[in-house]
């Protein structure tokens, strides 16, 4: 991500010679991530660090997702409906004990509690299940309007650098288009990360949405079987 954000940045200030007076390191030059990197100014430092963040974060909830992909279990679940249906509420229970479903998981917790409230336990259930699954979502979020305001903070910055050398006595070109560059280096960063968060944001929140749905639909279920 990275790479592309770095590539796409450079290129809007591939004309520029020389960035406002900054200085970049013998290390970084040749080296087009790096290179850009330093041309965006000091705003980039917290730039890629919220980079970093929602990469980890995207990278997580993606393991996550697969990992209970793979643990879901409608044979299971079928199996112990069907020891509801015929009043074999024990069974349902031994049936649905240990299974890492979070739907066989959760009818298996209200059914434990079928003595005290199974609605409630039920609820609980699949509150603790959405909870698992909504988690850093938070960070997502803030991450989508936190790197644009950086990459904002970027353009301001680079214009009144750019102001400032308009202003000097010794006015070079290059120097003001650096600080144009800073801006756009900044505000390009800002706006892919924001971009690429907000897709697996909806991705992630799409996947939360199916989950509820499917936990309030068998918990309805489990309900109704025990009434009937």
Known sequence: MLTLLGTFASVLAAEAAAYGGRTIPDWAKGNTIFETFFKGG????PIVAVLVVAVAVVLERLVWWTVQSARRDPKKLDTVYAA?????IAGAVNLARGSKDPLVRTVWHGLSHVHASVEGALQVASGVE???AARFMSVMDTTITLAPLLGL?????GIMGSFNFVGAADLAPAKVSGGIAEAL??????????????????????RVARLQFELESTSNNVILMLNS
């Open 153 to 157: 903070l970027g353009t301001v910055t």
């Open 42 to 45: 000091p705003v980039m430092y």
């Open 130 to 132: 959405l909870q698992r």
């Open 185 to 206: 280096i900044a505000t390009a960063c800002g706006l892919g990360i924001a971009i690429f968060t907000l897709i697996f944001f909806n991705f992630f929140n799409a």
């Open 84 to 88: 509801l249906e015929e009043g074999n």
